[in-house]
């Protein structure tokens, strides 16, 4: 089975740009979207398809899907941007999710 | 507002069926497929499969074939996961999410709170 692999845990300070990856086997050559979920609440879609920004999202938030990574990166970080964040594609039919990395903004 | 409604939190016995329920609110249910997704303790998002309420097409998770069933009332706007044959690796929160049609293409553009469901004797 097709599987993601996410940092466990990413720690960043105020203003900083974060990085958050995605890895899979060529997962390139798939669509990757990425859910932000902060404590206590529902999980919210921040990128789809690789890059793609919902309008409610901030322009901070952009995605990039190349070879065997995909990354999310967060810039001009803010205390609000703290939450667990998770990768997902789609193989052989099946929904497909990363581990998830908690993003901690001091 | 366009949001999924799903109860707080349900309690089982091992070996009992718990139903979820996931009522879809600002939007028609049946025009979009929707998705179950659960995360238990110290584990990843798990997808289990998905319900086209329009057409009553499914598909489920391989890993949970057999012991899961979505059903739906377009009447009452409202999915329901029934998930039987509980055991303490069922403990974890259970979300509804939607996707458009055909399902299994695009991310999950809506979610609920999250369910708990706790399996315990």
């Known amino acids: 089975s097709y599987e993601l692999t996410q940092p466990l845990s990413l720690t960043m300070a105020l203003g900083q740009t974060a990085r958050i990856t995605c890895g899979g086997n060529n997962i390139g050559a798939k669509s990757v979207h990425w859910y932000q979920r902060k404590a206590g609440q529902a999980p919210v879609l921040v990128i789809y398809?690789?890059?793609r920004r919902p309008s409610e999202i901030p322009e901070r938030f952009s995605g990039s899907n190349s070879g065997n990574t995909a990354t999310l990166t967060i810039s001009r970080l803010q205390a609000g941007d703290e939450a667990d964040y998770f990768c997902q594609v789609w193989d052989s039919n099946t929904g497909v999710f990363g581990g998830g990395t908690k993003l901690t903004v001091l | 507002q366009v949001q999924l409604v799903q109860p707080g939190a349900d309690v089982k016995e091992p070996g009992a069926a718990v139903r979820v329920s996931c009522k879809a609110a600002g939007y028609t249910l049946s025009m979009y497929a929707m998705h179950w997704v659960r995360q238990a303790p110290g584990q990843s998002l798990e997808w289990m499969g998905w319900?086209?309420?329009?057409?009553?097409?499914?598909k489920y998770s391989p890993r949970l074939q057999g012991r899961v069933t979505f059903t739906s009332d377009t009447s009452a706007n409202t999915g329901y996961m029934e998930l039987r044959s509980l055991t303490s690796e069922d403990t974890g929160v259970y979300y509804c999410?939607?996707?458009?049609?055909?399902?299994?293409?695009?991310?999950?553009?809506?979610w609920g709170q999250g369910t708990m469901v706790t399996v315990s004797s």
């Open positions: 999410t939607r996707e458009g049609t055909p399902p299994g293409l695009d991310a999950f553009d809506l």
């Open positions: 398809r690789d890059s």
């Open positions: 319900i086209i309420a329009g057409s009553g097409s499914t």
